[in-house]
């Protein structure tokens, strides 16, 4: 009798929870160089998941006049902080239409937490320091991952079923979105060859006129 | 009517201390130092109309800014600070300067984001110290300007100057306004080209080849004691000059290739022509190399 339960409970668990996949997604540029801080997302197609927003907000820091991280990338919902940790005031903000807020001048920890509630990319700024860029992918699923500087980003954890692959990059040409099926126990590799733009920051160096901000 | 030099001094220092005492009274960052070292070939440093007059040289320069910045409330800030500069002469030691002196300036942005030009008001306020001590003055200078990126790579910066300096000798001494305005390119994250171009109008100082006839030093060409002015013999050049005081308009126009080393690192190469009419018409081109460093 004992076995028959173990049994019955083993083959419950099996069906509630299928094995997972494993999607690899490997980045590189048409040299075959890999493409840092890329953000691969799998969604699955049709049903919507749950997602499960991070209790703690995520930190994106402010140092040596630049944010930290480039990219960061979030599920909808998600606080964020923007710890100052320049001895120079930063005034932080984003026009972009995904979110729109601005953190007037502040050093230290500033007082807002920015939740980001809609999905979309958003270009963060500081209004002093015009070269200062990083950006935010908030994301409506929970498979999504960064690349590193391999190229290389992993998603675990997927449950067996039909996926939208997208991967976004601050330079990225051309949009990459194509679909794929993962089964159970899968565990496969993505090559995406991506074309990136130039990389057109503003210019930080000063200049003998004098006339950057610093 | 022309003030005592250190009539004036005491009002700019006064000018400059209350300024200084506005930005001390709110929270500051600071300080931020910036050095520029450049080296500058001029081919006429007496701004001589023609022949003879007409003398080159290289001066060596070293200029450091110490400056704080405050926030004044949303998108506005307040830069103040010191600045000196030391130039050297080699081929004309009287042209030896050291300059020390307060700016404040005021900054506003007009909205959110690189794209949103800028405008700025400012005072500046210098004592300037020449190894020919008849060259030595003081300077008061208002400044307004304003800024707009137009897109990642292009930045249009304008400014106008109203400036004011007082010499120990009147021939130094005078008033000016001008206007300058800058595009800066930048063709990628490394290279930036500038075009330059300016207006000034107001007093400068021309220098003829003088002879010594009748007893006196006198311009050769007699012409020029026609014009208004103080006019007096100088010997920084080696040779003999008149140096005139009188009421010049100079056009600029230039070229910069600036390539950044690292962040805070960039090096300026720079070409201006400088187009001035006086009682003659004369010119002057002014190349330059500096390397500028922000700690």
């Given amino acids: 009798m004992r076995r028959l339960i173990a049994i019955l409970t083993l083959a419950c668990l099996c069906r509630s929870a299928p094995a997972a996949g494993i999607v690899r997604v490997v980045t590189r540029d048409p040299a075959g160089t890999p493409v840092a801080d890329a953000v691969a997302s799998l969604t699955l197609v049709g049903s919507p998941e749950a997602l499960t927003v991070p209790k703690e907000p995520v930190a ?53 937490t920015i939740v980001f509630d809609r999905p979309g990319v958003v270009t963060l700024g500081c209004n002093i320091h015009d070269w200062m860029v990083a950006y935010v992918v908030v994301l409506s699923t929970p498979h999504f991952a960064k690349t590193d500087s391999g190229g290389s980003a992993d998603l675990t954890s997927l449950p067996p079923g039909r996926y939208r692959l997208e991967v976004w990059h601050p330079r990225l040409s051309a949009k990459v979105d194509r679909e794929l099926t993962v089964a159970e126990h899968d565990d496969t590799t993505q090559v995406i060859s991506v074309t990136l733009r130039p990389d057109r920051r503003i210019r930080r160096a000063p200049d003998a006129g004098g006339a950057d901000y610093r | 009517m022309i003030r005592h030099p250190l009539a004036r001094r005491s009002t700019l220092a006064a000018l400059a201390l209350g300024l200084l005492s506005a930005g001390a009274s709110v929270a500051a960052d600071g300080p931020y130092v910036t050095t520029v070292a450049t080296a500058t070939w001029q081919d006429n440093i007496t701004d001589a109309p023609s022949g003879d007059g007409v003398l080159g040289a290289f001066t060596l ?30 081929r004309f030691s009287g042209l030896d300067s050291f300059s020390w002196g307060p700016r404040i300036s005021w900054r506003h942005k007009l909205g959110v984001g690189p794209y949103a030009p800028f405008v700025t008001v400012g005072l500046e306020g210098s004592a300037v110290a020449f ?77 003829y080849a003088a002879q010594f006839v009748g007893g006196a030093w006198t311009p050769i060409d007699p012409g020029i004691l ?12 080696n040779q003999p000059f008149t140096a005139f005081r009188l009421g010049i308009r100079t056009l600029s126009s230039g070229i910069g290739v600036c390539p950044a080393i690292g962040r805070h690192t960039s090096l300026a190469l720079q070409f201006v022509r400088l187009d001035s009419k006086g009682y003659d018409r004369y010119a002057d081109d002014v190349a330059s190399a500096s390397i500028v460093h922000r700690f």
């Fill in chain 1, 60 to 112: 994106i820091v402010q140092r040596d006049q630049e944010f930290s991280p480039y990219v960061t990338a979030v599920v909808v919902g998600t606080r964020v902080v923007f710890p100052n940790r320049d001895t120079v005031q930063h005034h932080v903000y984003s026009v972009s239409a995904a979110k729109k807020f601005e953190i007037p001048l502040y050093i230290g920890d500033a007082a807002e």
């Fill in chain 2, 226 to 237: 026609n014009s208004p002015g103080w006019w007096h013999y100088v010997n920084t050049y």
């Fill in chain 2, 61 to 90: 320069g070293s200029t450091t800014d110490v400056s704080w910045l405050a926030s004044l409330g949303f998108s506005t800030l307040l830069t103040y600070g010191v600045e000196s500069t030391l130039e050297i002469c080699p």
């Fill in chain 2, 131 to 207: 190894s020919d001590h008849e060259r030595s003055r003081i300077e008061g200078v208002f400044t307004a300007g304003g800024g707009q990126r137009l897109n990642d790579a292009v930045q249009l910066l304008v400014d106008a100057r109203a400036g004011t300096y007082n010499a120990n000798d009147l021939v130094y001494g005078g008033n000016y306004v001008g206007a300058n305005a800058t595009l800066n390119w930048d063709v990628s994250g490394t290279w930036r080209i500038k075009l330059l171009g300016g207006w000034r109008s107001g007093d400068g100082v021309s220098n």
